[in-house]
């Protein structure tokens, strides 16, 4: 499949699925008759052409899927009376809708797990198919299978009505935090061999397109959009030729990409004088001021630990109070670094998480203590499940 149909079945998944969950309900039926409805069309397209009406081609397909799908169910069930409702397609005209944001809301609704959100947002509106969801988080298909299918069935107990929630700015917050962990997982993976996922980065700056054009005015939507694009403009500098992790102060800048950072840029300057400020804006507004400054020793940290002081202002979130302690240290010294470190160690939280001892290790190596460094760094090493990031810190303590 070439790249503009697989982009055009991609823009396409969750304009189908609304249609047909709108028309006939059965979200998680309906689903399956999608997937089936684009892979139909991956082989079919490809020789015949693309249809004039691509979106309508596919619903219709779709449609009857879920026909053949609710009749076999039913027959299952020996509800017989019921099946004539399902034996033709409505012919009435199809709605030229979008009903993205509804399965968005949908894919994220409270009833289901983080990690459950993310497979089904992917799935549903994503386009990916199972396979694919497995391989980017490294689990086998089978594994994604279930997962899938149990979100599925919880929506449905659930009572779910396909139309946006009463508190809809409210599951908002879920929407962006689900966009920006599919985006983070790619751009910094977990676990695995490689420090990055390209394509699952790229699929989390398509959703968090996708929802800046169905909510323009919404100034969260629009930060986090911007900090995606202004993180992702390091993405070239961030492996070196072998893949091993490269620092950000130690990147050649020449290799960002300056269309995503003039992109960033411009979309945060328009957003933040609108307001209400909430912490999207203000840690775009920090990559920002990382992406601009010509070199890292030019880095402006006095305005960096200002944007962290408003942002810890919102958030009660120890992985932010680690990246303030960073940009103290790097503005005031790192004993003033070390000094904040020890206020945020004891949070369980973080208490296992890798970075802070890689943080610890850090400041120590820049105060002079080597002997505490290379143990903080050995430390680091042995929490993290990411293979690169576990040689560049054992590389670090070899230094040492």
């Not at 609704?109 to 694919?132: M, Y």
């Not at 072998?242 to 990409?257: C, F, K, N």
């Not at 979130?317 to 000094?339: F, I, S, T, W, Y």
């Amino acid at each position: 499949m070439t790249a503009p149909l697989e982009d055009l079945l991609r823009e396409l998944t969750p304009q189908v699925l609304g249609a047909v969950v709108r028309r006939y309900g059965h979200f998680d039926t309906a689903e399956d008759a999608v997937q089936e409805a684009l892979l139909a069309a991956a082989q079919q397209w490809p020789v015949d052409g693309v249809p004039d009406s691509p979106r309508g081609w596919l619903i219709t397909v779709a449609s009857r899927r879920l026909t053949d799908l609710l009749r076999r169910e039913q027959a299952r069930q020996r509800r017989e009376d019921r099946v004539a409702q399902w034996t033709t397609v409505p012919s009435e005209p199809i709605a030229d809708t979008d009903d993205t944001l509804i399965l968005l809301f949908m894919c994220c609704h409270p009833s289901l797990s983080p990690a459950s959100q993310i497979a089904l947002t992917l799935r549903a509106v994503g386009g990916l198919t199972t396979a694919e969801i497995a391989r980017a988080f490294l689990v086998p298909e089978a594994t994604m299978t279930r997962r899938i299918s149990r979100a599925k069935a919880s929506v449905k107990d659930s009572g779910a009505r396909f139309a946006l929630p009463a508190d809809r700015d409210e599951r908002l917050g879920a929407v962006l935090k689900v966009v920006y962990l599919i985006f983070n997982e790619g751009y910094t993976s977990t676990t695995g061999p490689s420090l990055q996922r390209v394509e699952l980065a790229a699929e989390g700056i398509r959703l968090a397109r996708m929802l800046h054009r169905l909510l323009p005015d919404d100034s969260e939507v629009a930060g986090l959009l911007a900090l995606m694009l202004l993180t992702d403009a390091r993405r070239p500098a961030r492996t070196g030729p072998l893949g091993e992790l490269v620092p950000m102060h130690e990147q050649d800048r020449s290799l960002w990409i300056p269309e995503l950072i003039q992109e960033g840029v411009e979309l945060i300057t328009a957003t933040l004088p609108r307001g209400p400020v909430g912490p999207y804006q203000l840690q775009a507004a920090i990559a920002a001021v990382h992406d601009e400054a010509p070199s890292a020793e030019e880095t402006d940290w006095a305005q960096i630990v200002a944007l962290y002081d408003v942002l810890l202002q919102l958030v009660d979130n120890p992985m932010v109070a680690l990246n303030q302690v960073v940009a103290v240290a790097m503005a005031r010294g790192a004993d003033e670094g070390l000094k904040l470190l020890g206020t945020i160690e004891d949070d369980e939280r973080i208490a296992s998480d890798h970075r802070l001892p890689a943080v610890r290790a850090h400041l120590l190596e820049i105060s002079g203590d080597a002997v505490g460094a290379r143990a903080a760094y050995e430390e680091a090493a042995g929490r993290t499940t990411s293979l690169p990031q576990q040689r560049y810190l054992r590389e670090r303590a070899s230094r040492l």
